[in-house]
Structures are given as structure tokens and as C-alpha cells.
């Protein structure tokens, strides 16, 4: 293979990590928060991918790339207020249960809908085509996505960093007992944390939506992956989720381009090594947890 291929690989991980990165943020933030593994996340991607499908034809890929996620989003908040909440001073096994339950729930829920057979999701029309770089000649679609990725990572640090809620999310992650000794109520704010960590894996399923189409499992992949990736960079830890996401695309993308046979478990020979080296992963800390 060419040295242009290759860069293309290396791109094509780059893309394949920003997936990856979304994913493992959404799953983050949660349990930095929360306190809860959410088992659901890979399902929450396909759905959103699915409602994506289901508006595309009426407001646009771009319409669909904001209003899926708001109304997935939607949808996690009502499930913590009405379901998880009742759970955060019981044994944390039973979030993990009703989150599993839940997956099951939604995947077959899709089926439902939207039957049993992959659905064709057309290129949007502006992302068609390809890019010129130097040598290189690259879709113009992923190059979206990883722009799409970038601004939302930006967009999450200037939210943690620098607004009220924010500073409410970062200490009642460290310190939840504190935070509510200063009388603030932590519940609409592990209510909005749960939107949003479960709004960042349907955007992460929109967004992967042209690629490959949707299907009512395609979320299964994805999802493991996301839980490699937190366990890599550290559960709860922002830059770390990051971090692990593109390295872990790479790893992939490179095992498919030097030796396909091993690219689906080159991500859990990392993590295995990684963590025989650091335990908690590379940025894990210590959380404290919600009661």
C-alpha cells in the first residue's frame, strides 16, 4: 500500500476515534456525576440514529442532526427523573439491571417501529464528494464529522468551565455532600447530565448514520467500544475519554490496514495492557458517588 492510503487509514482512525470520543464522553459524564454505567448508551445511539432517519426528509440532515439528540436527550432525562432516581441510594447492581432492561427495551422498541431490515441513510448532499489534501483525496463527510466532534468537545469544556451549571456538574462529581451543604439541589442537575450524556451518543449516531446506514443493532459494536474506550482513559474523566477514544480508533484503523484478522480485538489487547500498567486507566480518578 501507498504512503496516500495509509494517511487515509490514519484519517479514516481520526474519524472512527471521534465516534468513539462522543460515545465515551456521553458514558463520562454520566457516571462522573450520576454514578450509574449506563448499558443503555449503545442502544440510545441507534435510536438516534433512527429518529435522525425518520426527520431527515422533513427538516434536512442538518435539522435532524440537531433535533434527534434534543428529543433523545429528552427521553434520558425522563428516564432518570422517573426510573433511575428511585435508584441512587440502593445497591448500584440495580442501576446497572434497569439499564440493561432499558437496552433491551429500546432495541426491540426500533424493531417495532421501524421492522427488522438495515435502512439505506443517503450522504447528506453537502458532504458529497471528496476533499483535496496534497496528496491525499478525502470524503468530505468525515471530514464534517470530525469538525462536528471538535466544536461539541469545545462547546462541553466552555459549559464544565465556565457556567454556573457547569461548576455545579464539577463539584457535585467531587464532592456531592459539599454541594449540598451550600443548599444547592443536585437532582435537576443529574437530571440535565443524564440528557446530556445520552444526547452526545445519539449525536454520535447521526453522525456515524450515513456511513454504514442504521440497524436495529448497530449500536452493539459501538457501544462495547465506548465502555473499552472509558475503561482506557479512566471512568469519570473527561480528557481521558477523549484521549482513548482517538488512540483506540487509531489502533483499529491500523490493525485494518496492517492485519485486518485482528483489528476487532487490537482494542482489547490495549486496554489489557493499559490497564496492567495503570489499574484505574490513564487519567482515572477517584469519584465520589451520588446518595
Given at each position: 500500500m501507498t504512503f496516500p492510503v495509509l494517511i487515509e487509514f490514519l484519517?479514516?482512525?481520526l474519524v472512527l476515534?471521534?465516534?468513539?470520543?462522543?460515545?465515551?464522553l456521553g458514558l463520562s459524564i454520566i457516571f462522573g456525576m450520576v454514578g450509574v454505567i449506563n448499558f443503555a448508551h449503545g442502544a440510545l445511539f441507534t435510536l438516534g440514529a433512527y429518529v435522525a432517519y425518520q426527520l431527515k426528509d422533513t427538516l434536512g440532515f442538518g435539522g435532524a442532526l440537531v433535533a434527534a439528540p434534543l428529543l433523545v436527550g429528552l427521553l434520558?432525562?425522563?428516564?432518570?427523573?422517573?426510573?433511575?432516581?428511585?435508584?441512587?441510594?440502593?445497591?448500584?447492581l440495580q442501576g446497572l439491571l434497569l439499564t440493561f432492561g432499558l437496552a433491551m427495551i429500546i432495541e426491540q422498541g426500533i424493531r417495532i417501529v421501524w421492522?427488522?431490515?438495515p435502512k439505506s441513510f443517503a450522504m447528506p448532499a453537502a458532504f458529497a464528494g471528496a476533499l483535496q489534501l496534497g496528496p491525499v483525496v478525502y470524503s468530505r463527510y468525515r471530514s464534517f464529522i470530525l469538525l462536528c466532534v471538535v466544536l461539541l468537545i469545545a462547546g462541553l469544556v466552555l459549559f464544565l468551565e465556565k457556567t454556573p451549571i457547569g461548576t455545579i456538574v464539577r463539584a457535585g462529581s467531587r464532592d456531592p455532600t459539599m454541594v449540598r451543604l451550600l443548599g444547592i439541589s443536585l437532582g435537576p442537575v443529574l437530571t440535565l447530565v443524564f440528557?446530556?450524556?445520552?444526547?452526545?451518543?445519539?449525536?454520535?449516531?447521526?453522525?456515524?448514520?450515513p456511513?454504514?446506514?442504521?440497524?436495529?443493532?448497530?449500536?452493539?459494536n459501538v457501544g462495547v467500544a465506548a465502555f473499552v474506550v472509558v475503561t482506557i482513559g479512566g471512568l469519570g474523566s473527561f480528557w481521558g475519554a477523549v484521549i482513548s477514544g482517538l488512540l483506540v480508533g487509531q489502533v483499529v484503523s491500523l490493525s485494518i490496514y496492517f492485519q485486518p484478522r485482528v483489528a476487532e480485538a487490537s482494542m482489547y489487547v490495549l486496554m489489557a495492557l493499559i490497564l496492567l500498567a495503570r489499574p484505574r486507566g490513564l487519567m482515572g480518578e477517584r469519584w465520589e458517588k451520588f446518595e
Open positions: 484519517l479514516n482512525g476515534g471521534a465516534i468513539y470520543v462522543l460515545m465515551a434520558g432525562m425522563l428516564i432518570e427523573a422517573t426510573l433511575l432516581r428511585r435508584l441512587y441510594a440502593e445497591d448500584p421492522g427488522l431490515s440528557g446530556l450524556g445520552v444526547a452526545l451518543a445519539a449525536v454520535a449516531g447521526v453522525l456515524a448514520a456511513l454504514a446506514g442504521v440497524e436495529p443493532a448497530m449500536g452493539v
